[in-house]
């Protein structure tokens, strides 16, 4: 099944420098540069399974799944790339058993 009008893949959505409050304190270590790259990863990630089903005929992802279970998934994608982002972080290798 393919949607009528899929939207180029090459308009890119991205984070915007200029909405991170690099002034913000967050718990256990993190840096807003942290979350700031966690967030630029789920967009390519994001992006990247967009071009995959765009290119095969597939609806967009965020045509395929309900609202709530979307933002579930992204979600998702976050937690995973700020985990992947912190892995040398003085609390998580004190953690990690």
Do not use: C, W
Request: hydrophobic share 35%; proline share 5%; aromatic share 8%.
């Amino acid at each position: 099944m393919t949607t009528d009008n899929p939207q180029p893949t090459d308009a890119r959505r991205g984070l915007r420098s200029e909405y991170v409050n690099h002034r913000v304190s967050l718990p256990h270590g993190l840096t807003a540069p942290q979350i700031e790259e966690a967030v630029k990863e789920t967009y390519r990630l994001f992006d990247g399974i967009n071009d995959y089903l765009v290119k095969n005929g597939f609806m967009r992802l965020e045509e395929l799944v309900l609202g709530n279970s979307l933002s579930g998934l992204i979600s998702e994608f976050v937690v995973k790339n700020v985990a992947r982002g912190i892995r040398d972080a003085p609390l998580f290798r004190r953690r990690k058993r």
